[in-house]
């Protein structure tokens, strides 16, 4: 702005009052009160907070017996967590190997219900053998620009394949030790 802008700004009052006219006087902030979202809300985050970058979707969580036999019924829980409260559906998918028979729950169900961050379903399961793969539990959710897949897996008491670790730096490899 040239001085002769700031000139011209600096007296505009000046020139107002000789007028006549009253002095523009800029409105006071106010401040707005912002409505308190209800549980019910779509979309209201879990603990009374919104969720973080870091917060996953949803998981999923499969547990039952460490070990079985041949002829056992178990009994597997199911839990899915998600981070938002929502009105969006849930498809809970539970697909069990050959030999394995279901008797008390449902494999394929659609949940919705939006007041509950934790959902559990219980299902039995009678084993005719001790199946070679694993059950595979999965949730999946889906909405207009929005979409999460949970998968855990039940492992009849089999251990959980690991990769193989590096060794630690200084220490011997297991073919060259000393005897």
């Known amino acids: ?46 603990f009374g907070r919104a969720p973080a970058a870091n917060d996953v979707p949803l998981t999923i969580a499969v547990n039952g017996p460490p070990a079985v036999a041949l002829g056992d019924t178990i009994v597997l829980t199911i839990t899915i967590h998600r981070a938002v409260l929502s009105a969006v559906p849930i498809a809970l998918s539970v697909a069990a190997p050959a030999g394995v028979t279901l008797l008390a729950g449902q494999a394929n169900e659609v949940i919705v219900d939006p007041s509950a961050g934790a959902i559990v379903r219980r299902l039995t399961y009678h084993l005719d053998q001790i199946p070679p793969t694993d059950l595979v539990v999965s949730a999946e959710s889906r909405g207009t620009g929005y979409g999460v897949r949970a998968v855990d897996a039940y492992r009849f008491g089999r251990p959980v394949p690991m990769l193989p670790q590096p060794a630690l730096p200084g220490a011997l490899p297991r073919a060259a030790s000393v005897r």
Do not use: D, F, H
């Open 1 to 46: 702005m040239n001085y002769a802008n700031k000139l011209l700004w600096a007296l505009a009052p000046l020139a107002a009052l000789s007028c006549g006219a009253e002095p523009r006087r800029s409105p006071s902030p106010t401040l707005q009160a912002v409505p308190a979202a209800s549980p019910q809300t779509i979309g209201a985050p879990l």
